[in-house]
């Protein structure tokens, strides 16, 4: 299974923005698709946003809609989260994770991913 790590997380005020980063021990070829969660205290992991590996395709949680962009740079086999516009709600540790059977869809189930990164804490607080 791929390796996932994550980086970039931190303290930010509201308004403000942060990039994520998530490098990935290989992009191979049967990797289809690699989305950013995040899991608020005392609530539900979420997706956040996905990116297919194969078009680079990319949904985003109406939550994030407009204020996160997600991508992906091949050669250094990284996916980034650029999070602007920030707010307090946003508080969460964000995790990467891959899925090697199906690619990246409007409601795509949590459960389908295989592989996880450890997180990162990211805080939005004046």
């Known amino acids: 299974q791929v390796q996932l790590v994550e980086s970039g997380g931190g303290l930010v005020q509201p308004g403000g923005s942060l990039t994520l980063s998530c490098a990935a021990s290989?992009?191979?070829?049967?990797?289809?698709?690699i989305g950013w969660l995040r899991q608020a205290p005392g609530k539900e992991r979420e997706g956040v946003s996905c990116?297919?590996?194969?078009?680079?395709?990319?949904f985003y949680a109406d939550s994030v809609k407009g204020r996160f962009t997600i991508s992906r740079d091949n050669a250094k086999n990284t996916v980034y989260l650029q999070m602007n516009s920030l707010k307090p709600e946003d508080t969460a540790v964000y995790s990467c994770?891959?899925?090697?059977?199906?690619?990246?869809?409007?409601?795509?189930?949590?459960?389908?991913?295989?592989?996880w990164g450890q997180g990162t804490q990211v805080t939005v607080s004046s």
């Open positions: 994770a891959a899925d090697h059977r199906y690619d990246c869809s409007r409601y795509k189930p949590i459960y389908e991913y295989d592989s």
């Open positions: 290989d992009f191979t070829s049967d990797l289809y698709a």
């Open positions: 990116i297919s590996t194969s078009d680079g395709s990319t």
